[in-house]
């Protein structure tokens, strides 16, 4: 019973250091009854204790790779891209109904959006139908998107204050960079499936 106490307290040690090395938020839920349930399948006497925590240690590690290896699935699955032109730039979409909506119309096909220039420091242009809005009053900076009336995507190379909903981040591109792309005239995005 103490081997077992202290393979699962070791177990639980691995999987804590697995996700923080990982560098990321979100956490790995890995069944700790299952794991007990292992340990006490494996009531072999003839097998040393640590012989039994390196492939049970082994199986955890695979399991949480497998689980790792499906969100990044998944994730890949639903990423949207983004051209201005003929430039792709990457874009840190928001998590909100709008951006969900909007990865639904581009799942069906390319959108593709006429933007014209207005201020001097932003792209304006229709999406052809009304998304989910969020509006907050917000003051964008270049790189911003955001979603302006509904159905107008707006794509700051400058900086303003309204009421948006916020869509996503250019985050490839400083201000000097934006400039470049969207003060030059008129421009034309596409928004895809990546």
């Not at 730039?89 to 969900?100: H, L, P």
Request: with cysteine; charged share 20%; net charge negative.
């Amino acid at each position: 019973m103490k081997t077992k106490m202290i393979f699962l307290a070791f177990c639980m040690t691995i999987i804590f250091c697995m996700s923080a090395c990982a560098g990321t938020t979100k956490n790995t839920i890995l069944d700790l009854g299952a794991v007990t349930e292992i340990s006490a399948s494996e009531n072999n006497e003839t097998e040393s204790p640590e012989e039994n925590v390196m492939s049970e240690g082994t199986a955890i590690y695979q399991l949480a790779a497998e689980n790792e290896s499906a969100e990044d699935e998944a994730i890949g699955d639903s990423s949207m891209t983004m051209k201005i032109g003929d430039t792709k730039v990457n874009v840190d979409w928001e998590d909100n109904q709008a951006v969900d909506a909007l990865r639904n119309m581009v799942q069906k096909g390319d959108v593709i959006i006429q933007m014209s220039m207005y201020g001097g420091f932003e792209q304006v242009g229709s999406i052809g139908q009304s998304l989910p809005r969020n509006d907050k009053q917000t003051t964008t900076s270049s790189g911003d998107i955001v979603l302006y009336s509904g159905n107008q995507m707006v794509v700051f190379y400058g900086s303003n204050s309204w009421s948006y909903t916020r869509l996503g981040h250019i985050s490839d591109k400083d201000e000097a960079g934006m400039t470049e792309l969207l003060s030059n005239g008129d421009v034309t995005i596409t928004i895809s499936m990546g």
